[in-house]
């Protein structure tokens, strides 16, 4: 699979909460921060999210926002409006006037992905996606946002199921349109899949994960020298070459060592370990602790993922 598809497979998120979020007048809240990715989809009216240290953000009708990571953050009617202190929950919630129909209607919550390689996630993609309607309007991303709209307002047998769905997809897409788009983007996977030379370098990295790979043999990938690669791989990446590699490794023995199913000697074998010895000094070294350590404190972890616009 090509880059982002291994990561995506590896983390196999799913749209954990997913709730119906309406407002009517003046309103405002703020919220703790949370250690999952949150997303919103507006369906209808228009709201005001503001982080700190950043301008308002104006979220409008077809609107998609996703954060890897949920900072701490307010939602309001518009800005200035005081906002009181809020707690997320998992049911529908209703901002500002209680009696008349809403002027803001959207789905917001989170994702829940696998708990041990979330930082993953966090430290190869951008703070915040944020797609405004007029950029997916008319795309495959603008037809899935009209798809999860009339499935919301609808009452089909399934909803709930369909919901989910179309919440996984548009994660995924939401990431790919990210990548295609020419939108300025930190250092990350998402940035370096947009460079052509170190989009071929990362597929051939994950296409053949067990290979002794040097900056060398990458480089030629690249089509530069071993030092101009280095420099942009880093720029781009937010990491060495060989530093990718090693976590990317690290990140599936994890996956692996979760599952239970598979033998240090072939966890080792499978991502470029001359032994189950070799494997389990690289682990320990990274992690701090053994692999057989490691899946004894993990067993039966999972990630439960909390609510972001609410």
């Not at 409008?60 to 307010?74: H, R």
């Not at 991303?141 to 307002?153: D, P, Q, T, V, Y």
Request: glycine share 8%.
């Amino acid at each position: 699979m090509d880059p982002l598809s291994d990561i995506i497979a590896l983390l196999h998120p799913s749209a954990a909460i997913a709730k119906p979020i309406s407002g009517r007048g003046q309103w405002g809240v703020r919220y703790r921060s949370y250690d999952a990715p949150g997303f919103t989809v507006v369906l209808t009216g228009e709201a005001w999210v503001t982080f700190d240290k950043r301008e308002p953000l104006r979220i409008t009708e077809g609107d998609f926002l996703l954060l890897p990571t949920t900072p701490a953050f307010s939602l309001c009617s518009k800005p200035g409006v005081p906002c009181i202190p809020a707690e997320p929950l998992a049911e529908a919630v209703r901002h500002g006037e209680q009696e008349g129909d809403s002027d803001f209607a959207a789905l917001g919550g989170s994702f829940s992905i696998e708990s041990v390689n979330a930082p993953l996630l966090i430290e190869l993609l951008p703070d915040t996606i944020h797609i405004p309607a007029s950029a997916g309007r008319g795309t495959r991303f603008g037809r899935l946002i009209e798809l999860l709209s009339e499935e919301c307002i609808a009452d089909y047998p399934g909803k709930e199921l369909i919901i989910q769905r179309l919440l996984e997809t548009l994660l995924v897409e939401a990431l790919r349109w990210d990548i295609i788009g020419n939108n300025a983007a930190s250092a990350g996977l998402l940035n370096a899949l947009r460079d052509p030379a170190m989009a071929r370098v990362l597929r051939a990295i994950h296409e053949d994960v067990r290979r002794r790979w040097t900056v060398a043999n990458l480089a030629g990938i690249a089509g530069m020298s071993r030092s101009a690669f280095a420099a942009r791989f880093n720029e781009v990446v937010g990491c060495a070459p060989i530093e990718y590699l090693g976590r990317w490794r690290i990140a599936i023995a994890k996956h692996a060592l979760l599952s239970g199913a598979k033998s240090l000697d072939r966890i080792a074998d499978e991502i470029g370990y001359e032994s189950a010895s070799a494997f389990s000094t690289a682990f320990s070294k990274r992690l701090g602790c053994s692999p057989g350590r490691f899946a004894r404190r993990h067993a039966g972890s999972a990630s439960p993922g909390m609510p972001a616009i609410s």
